[in-house]
C-alpha cells in the first residue's frame, strides 16, 4: 500500500501507521521525505492496550485483562512494534534474528529519514523539523486515553512493568538508541 501511495504522482503527504521496509526507504528517501516519531516503548504498549480495552468500536478490540494479555501472542508482537515496523522483519524473523541485526537493521534505516522525533520532546522536534523543511511545522495531541486512571494503574504496578518491559526490550533497546543518534 505504502509503495502504491508513494508511486502515485498526485500524492503530496501519506500519514499513519506504514510499515517503513528499509527496501521502501531506500528507494524512495530521494524523492519522499520520510519522517517518524517515537515513543517511549513501554508507554506505547500501554497506551495501545488501553485504547484498544476500552474504545468503542470492535475492531482489533481487546477483551482480556492485562495480566491475560501480557500472556498473549498479541502483546508479544506489540512488544516489537518499532522492530518490525522499521527492520523489514516480520515478528516471526524478529524471534529468530540476532538483536545486533536488528538494532542495525531499524537503525540504519532510520538513517534515511528525513527527521526522526520522539513523542516527549515534541516541541524541540516540531523547530527542528521546521527548519529542515524550511516551513513551519507544529502538532496538535489529538490522541487521548478512553481511561487515564487505568493507564496508570498499569504504569505504577512493578510487576506489570517489568513484564512489559521484558515484552519490549527489544524496542527499548533500539528506542534509547535511537534517541542518542537522532535525539
Do not use: Q
Not at 21 to 46: A, C, G, K, Q
Not at 57 to 74: F, P, R
Not at 96 to 115: A, C, G, P, R
Amino acid at each position: 500500500m505504502l509503495v502504491n501511495y508513494l508511486t502515485n504522482p498526485f500524492k503530496r503527504f501519506i500519514t499513519g501507521h506504514c510499515v517503513a521496509s528499509p527496501s521502501v526507504v531506500r528507494e524512495y528517501h530521494h524523492e519522499w521525505n520520510f519522517i517518524t516519531v517515537l515513543r517511549n516503548p513501554v508507554d506505547r504498549f500501554i497506551s495501545e492496550y488501553i485504547y484498544n480495552k476500552f474504545k468503542k468500536s470492535e475492531w482489533a478490540k481487546v477483551d482480556l485483562s492485562i495480566e491475560v494479555y501480557l500472556k498473549s501472542s498479541v502483546a508479544h508482537a506489540k512488544g516489537v512494534t518499532i522492530a518490525n515496523y522499521f527492520s523489514g522483519l516480520s515478528v516471526k524473523e524478529l524471534d529468530n534474528t540476532k538483536e545486533s541485526t536488528i538494532v542495525d537493521l531499524v537503525l540504519d534505516n532510520l538513517n534515511h529519514f528525513k527527521s526522526v522525533g520522539f513523542v516527549d520532546d515534541m516541541a524541540n522536534w516540531s523547530t527542528s523539523l521546521s527548519e529542515k523543511l524550511g516551513e513551519k511545522i507544529s502538532f496538535s495531541n489529538k490522541n487521548t486515553s478512553p481511561n487515564s486512571s487505568a493507564f496508570l494503574a498499569i504504569k505504577n504496578d512493578p510487576a506489570l512493568l517489568d513484564k512489559i518491559k521484558e515484552l519490549c526490550a527489544l524496542d527499548l533497546k533500539i528506542y534509547d538508541l535511537a534517541k542518542i543518534k537522532f535525539g
